[in-house]
């Protein structure tokens, strides 16, 4: 694959992402299988995956990427991409009704990779 979306390299987030969909997605997942196969106890393995849950939920708070291919994260009280620094959220320096309506972050879709 030849993703050049930053957030595809981030390990931390990507496997919180991975565990979070393949709950999602898995009627019947067979939590006691993989804890006997990580000798762990089922609910370890239910603690990691609430662990990854938060992780992933996080995530979409602190990081977003614009519609032209920015990828913004939350350093503290700012935005940057790495090379700029925003006090406010980017999307409300665009001059679109859309782009500064105040839940427009929470309700955007945002891409994380893959």
């Known amino acids: ?3 050049t979306n930053p957030l595809w390299d981030n390990d931390l987030l990507q496997f919180a992402r ?3 969909e393949l709950v999602a997605t898995q009627d019947n997942l067979n939590l ?3 804890a006997e196969e990580m000798d762990v106890e ?3 393995v239910t603690e990691l995956l609430e ?3 938060k992780v992933w939920e996080d995530a979409k708070t602190q990081i977003f990427r614009t519609s032209d291919g920015y990828t913004f994260r939350k350093v503290g ?3 940057t991409d790495g090379d700029m620094v925003f006090t ?3 999307e409300e320096t665009i001059d679109s009704e859309e782009e500064t309506d105040p839940g427009h972050l929470q309700n955007r879709e945002m891409d994380y990779g893959g």
Do not use: E, F, K, T
């Open 42 to 44: 089922r609910s370890d």
């Open 77 to 79: 009280d700012v935005w």
């Open 1 to 3: 694959m030849n993703n």
């Open 51 to 53: 662990r990854a849950h």
């Open 18 to 20: 991975l565990l979070c």
């Open 32 to 34: 006691i299988a993989v």
């Open 88 to 90: 406010s959220r980017p």
